[in-house]
């Protein structure tokens, strides 16, 4: 199998192959940083979650526990996962000279919407975490 990193004299990608490349390394690269994001937040809940007394507050502990173990567990290495076999796929069609594949670049655009939506969420997430943890301060 060739790498698309690799150079030969062989394979030149499209303009447009290579931003989908690129643009796949880049969500690969944020991937890394929710993973990091999602440890983070779980040892700041751990430390937050003796401070919740309400009912309402431990059940909001008890939510964003759930979402984070979702997301840490689950969500954000079947992402990765997705964005690797996208990226294999692109290899495949390199090494096959199939540039012009729409089902590939179908396929891309889908993924990436599905990266966006849920950055999108994750970052709404963020954001009603760090409302509870400054709450419980």
Do not use: C
Not at 93 to 109: F, I, P, S, V
């Amino acid at each position: 199998m060739i790498s698309v990193l690799s150079t030969t004299g062989k394979y030149l990608l499209q303009p447009s192959l290579m931003e989908m490349h690129h643009s796949s390394l880049e969500w690969l690269s944020t991937t890394v940083l929710w993973k990091q994001e999602v440890a983070f937040f779980q040892k700041l809940l751990d430390q937050h979650a003796l401070k919740a007394t309400s009912l309402d507050d431990k059940k909001r502990v008890s939510h964003f526990q759930n979402v984070i173990t979702y997301y840490g567990g689950e969500l954000i290495d079947t992402l990765r996962k997705k964005i690797k076999g996208h990226e294999h796929k692109l290899a495949d069609r390199l090494q096959e000279l199939k540039t012009t594949d729409a089902e590939y670049y179908q396929e891309h655009g889908e993924l990436m919407e599905e990266l966006s939506a849920f950055m999108k969420t994750f970052n709404s997430f963020k954001s009603d975490f760090f409302s509870f943890i400054d709450l419980t301060l």
